[in-house]
């Protein structure tokens, strides 16, 4: 959602920030009414409730972004949640025990040094959770000292009474006061929301400079030989190699081509090192819906996710609508839809809600925003689930609110990460119709998926990635036309015709198209592969036209071979060749 907003994503996050302490004030005084409910006090009595509440809020103004600094530890938002509960639990428990070690043990006095004891407690100051036990013991252990000198005429001799103690400021700096727990905790919340501030302007600049020239600096000077061979960016596929050519010499002006990818190379830098993609180059224009596929493992999500900006590239750049990703991250991430591989939907939220709330994001005016919601709702079925909790959708349901909502709004690129998976077949078509409306509007639609039905239907021009470099780019029907060496025959002979007809009509059929191989034959129904070289359609029809009446065929029809079928081609290239050297008679 933040990155749908481009230069108000500032805005928004001070939002977020005011929500969290809104909900955390809002559990401060839940707490207050249980300590009353409880009669403890000390914390609520005359303008203790205000020392409490004060003490609350800066506990939550120093811990809230401490647990939010730490959770980019964590990928998954699940682990996040459990190990920081337990973090929050354990650092507690375990800081006061440490700290009640270090004042009351005898022995320790002994073997450790003052100022050993001293350096140890003032780092237990950096845990927000240690700063609250301790100025809630101080502010209470000051209030009951005051309230035995002063109602009890022999007073335990435990309690100091003097006057001066009496009368400490219990804000002060001094020992057993809480002063220094509250600065603590005050300078801690300044600190840690500047380091987010900093983690969050300039992660990308680290990351994109280390990645960049440093990782890749380094291994360039020990892997030479693999730079030059495997990263050259040359194709031996001639579509390939003349978009590359177009890509770099492009003229700086027709930079602003929507989605423009500039020797593109991600290098995964484990041990060993991963070439993930391969220089790759790739212009996208206005109208075009453009396919990524490839195998597992290809390097279609690595390139997606440098596309949409959630992975830092090792060399090369990717422009949209002219702004560099690496250089001006913010502008593109306002100029894009994405409907990522997993709904990152707001689950309690109704569908309709959300699609509101994008809506308002995008800039739709007040007066048109439920006209142009429903518009979407519509458009793919989605109305009948509209005002309910989006956790209750089924996965197909969210998979159509996730793609409406990447399809929606003035991005002029859109990223659609196998954007029909759980789909029935109604709303897969509902969702092709809504993809081609979009393009035909004028967007740039990068589609991966590993249904050929879907990029046929969809897809004007596709890539085929194979070990992070691309072996075919072209439309659908271009690679059938050059891939795709045979027709499909499907021929079906009357079931009254004897074995001997059968029989001369595959003698036929293979003198006839030299190199044609059967690829299934059952109940008289047999399937060719007939190579399409020499064989012109006409030709094709031709004889088969002849052969109907002279073997008695009951029907029989000729197919181009299909883009799964060109897609297995790279699957398995020598496999294929072999399988099908080894068919031919
Ligand atoms: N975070 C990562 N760290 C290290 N290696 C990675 C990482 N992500 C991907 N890879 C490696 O990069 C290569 C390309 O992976 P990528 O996920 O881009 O492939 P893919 O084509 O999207 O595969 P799939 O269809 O299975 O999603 C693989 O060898 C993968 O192991």
Request: charged share 20%; glycine share 6%.
């Given at each position: 959602m933040?990155?749908?907003?481009?230069?108000?994503?500032?805005?928004?996050?001070?939002?977020?920030?005011?929500m969290?302490?809104?909900i955390?004030?809002?559990?401060?005084?839940?707490?207050?009414?249980?300590?009353?409910?409880?009669?403890?006090?000390?914390?609520?009595?005359?303008?203790?409730?205000?020392?409490?509440?004060?003490?609350?809020?800066?506990?939550?103004?120093?811990?809230?972004?401490?647990?939010?600094?730490?959770?980019?530890?964590?990928?998954?938002s699940?682990?996040?949640y459990?190990?920081?509960?337990?973090?929050?639990?354990?650092?507690?428990?375990?800081?006061?025990?440490?700290?009640?070690?270090?004042?009351?043990?005898?022995?320790?006095?002994?073997?450790?040094?003052?100022?050993?004891?001293?350096?140890?407690?003032?780092?237990?100051?950096?845990?927000?959770?240690?700063?609250?036990?301790?100025?809630?013991?101080?502010?209470?252990?000051?209030?009951?000292?005051?309230?035995?000198?002063?109602?009890?005429?022999?007073?335990?001799?435990?309690?100091?009474?003097?006057?001066?103690?009496?009368?400490?400021?219990?804000?002060?700096?001094?020992?057993?006061?809480?002063?220094?727990?509250?600065?603590?905790?005050?300078?801690?919340?300044?600190?840690?929301?500047?380091?987010?501030?900093?983690?969050?302007?300039?992660?990308?600049?680290?990351?994109?400079?280390?990645?960049?020239?440093?990782?890749?600096?380094?291994?360039?000077?020990?892997?030479?030989?693999?730079?030059?061979?495997?990263?050259?960016?040359?194709?031996?596929?001639?579509?390939?190699?003349?978009?590359?050519?177009?890509?770099?010499?492009?003229?700086?002006?027709?930079?602003?081509?929507?989605?423009?990818?500039?020797?593109?190379?991600?290098?995964?830098?484990?041990?060993?090192?991963?070439?993930?993609?391969?220089?790759?180059?790739?212009?996208?224009?206005?109208?075009?819906?453009?396919?990524?596929?490839?195998?597992?493992?290809?390097?279609?999500?690595?390139?997606?996710?440098?596309?949409?900006?959630?992975?830092?590239?090792?060399?090369?750049?990717?422009?949209?609508?002219?702004?560099?990703?690496?250089?001006?991250?913010?502008?593109?991430?306002?100029?894009?839809?994405?409907?990522?591989?997993?709904d990152a939907l707001l689950e309690y939220m109704t569908g309709r809600e959300i699609m509101i709330m994008?809506?308002?994001?995008?800039?739709?005016?007040?007066?048109?925003?439920?006209?142009?919601?429903?518009?979407?709702?519509?458009?793919?079925?989605?109305?009948?689930h509209a005002d309910r909790l989006i956790h209750t959708y089924?996965?197909?349901?969210k998979?159509?609110l996730?793609?409406?909502?990447?399809?929606?709004?003035?991005?002029?690129?859109?990223?659609?990460?196998?954007?029909?998976?759980?789909?029935?077949?109604?709303?897969?078509?509902?969702?092709?119709?809504?993809?081609?409306?979009?393009?035909?509007?004028?967007?740039?639609?990068?589609?991966?998926?590993?249904?050929?039905?879907?990029?046929?239907?969809?897809?004007?021009?596709?890539?085929?990635?194979?070990?992070?470099?691309?072996?075919?780019?072209?439309?659908?029907?271009?690679?059938?036309?050059?891939?795709?060496?045979?027709?499909?025959?499907?021929?079906?002979?009357?079931?009254?015709?004897?074995?001997?007809?059968?029989?001369?009509?595959?003698?036929?059929?293979?003198?006839?198209?030299?190199?044609?191989?059967?690829?299934?034959?059952?109940?008289?129904?047999?399937?060719?592969?007939?190579?399409?070289?020499?064989?012109?359609?006409?030709?094709?029809?031709?004889?088969?036209?002849?052969?109907?009446?002279?073997?008695?065929?009951?029907?029989?029809?000729?197919?181009?071979?299909?883009?799964?079928?060109?897609?297995?081609?790279?699957?398995?290239?020598?496999?294929?060749?072999?399988?099908?050297?080894?068919?031919?008679?």
């Amino acid at each position: 959602m933040d990155w749908t907003m481009g230069w108000r994503e500032m805005l928004m996050r001070m939002l977020n920030w005011q929500m969290y302490y809104i909900i955390f004030t809002s559990g401060c005084c839940l707490f207050q009414g249980v300590l009353k409910y409880c009669k403890v006090e000390v914390f609520f009595i005359e303008d203790q409730l205000l020392d409490t509440m004060l003490i609350f809020m800066l506990y939550g103004w120093s811990a809230i972004p401490l647990m939010y600094l730490m959770s980019f530890l964590f990928s998954a938002s699940t682990t996040a949640y459990v190990k920081l509960v337990l973090f929050n639990y354990f650092s507690g428990i375990f800081s006061l025990l440490i700290d009640m070690t270090l004042q009351y043990s005898k022995e320790l006095e002994t073997k450790m040094s003052n100022d050993t004891r001293m350096r140890i407690l003032n780092t237990l100051l950096l845990l927000p959770n240690y700063d609250l036990a301790k100025a809630l013991e101080n502010y209470s252990n000051a209030y009951q000292d005051k309230t035995l000198c002063h109602t009890l005429k022999y007073p335990p001799p435990s309690v100091n009474c003097s006057k001066t103690n009496i009368e400490k400021n219990v804000y002060s700096l001094e020992e057993n006061m809480i002063g220094k727990y509250l600065i603590t905790m005050g300078v801690l919340g300044f600190v840690l929301f500047l380091l987010i501030f900093l983690w969050e302007t300039t992660l990308w600049k680290v990351k994109t400079f280390l990645g960049r020239y440093v990782y890749f600096g380094i291994y360039k000077k020990f892997k030479q030989n693999t730079i030059s061979k495997e990263l050259s960016g040359e194709s031996e596929d001639e579509d390939v190699e003349k978009e590359r050519r177009r890509v770099l010499e492009l003229p700086q002006e027709l930079l602003n081509t929507i989605i423009l990818i500039k020797e593109l190379i991600k290098i995964y830098f484990k041990c060993p090192a991963i070439l993930a993609v391969k220089n790759i180059s790739l212009r996208i224009q206005k109208g075009e819906c453009f396919g990524l596929l490839g195998f597992n493992g290809a390097g279609k999500t690595s390139t997606f996710k440098m596309l949409t900006g959630e992975r830092t590239a090792t060399s090369g750049d990717m422009f949209i609508e002219g702004f560099s990703i690496t250089k001006n991250i913010l502008k593109v991430r306002s100029r894009i839809g994405y409907c990522p591989q997993s709904d990152a939907l707001l689950e309690y939220m109704t569908g309709r809600e959300i699609m509101i709330m994008y809506a308002r994001i995008w800039g739709v005016s007040e007066p048109q925003i439920h006209l142009y919601v429903n518009n979407w709702l519509n458009s793919l079925q989605l109305e009948p689930h509209a005002d309910r909790l989006i956790h209750t959708y089924s996965g197909g349901n969210k998979r159509r609110l996730s793609t409406a909502i990447a399809l929606m709004g003035k991005s002029s690129a859109i990223f659609l990460d196998e954007p029909s998976t759980g789909m029935d077949p109604v709303a897969r078509r509902l969702l092709w119709n809504l993809i081609t409306q979009t393009r035909e509007t004028g967007k740039a639609i990068v589609i991966t998926s590993h249904s050929m039905e879907e990029c046929e239907a969809l897809c004007t021009r596709l890539a085929i990635m194979v070990k992070g470099k691309f072996v075919c780019l072209g439309s659908p029907q271009h690679l059938k036309n050059k891939f795709g060496h045979l027709y499909i025959l499907k021929a079906k002979v009357k079931p009254d015709i004897g074995e001997d007809k059968l029989e001369d009509f595959k003698i036929f059929i293979s003198t006839i198209f030299p190199g044609s191989v059967i690829k299934q034959e059952n109940q008289k129904i047999i399937n060719y592969y007939i190579p399409s070289k020499d064989n012109s359609w006409a030709k094709v029809f031709g004889i088969l036209e002849e052969a109907k009446e002279q073997f008695n065929l009951e029907d029989y029809s000729i197919s181009q071979i299909t883009l799964e079928q060109v897609f297995l081609t790279f699957a398995y290239p020598d496999k294929t060749e072999d399988e099908y050297k080894k068919n031919v008679p």
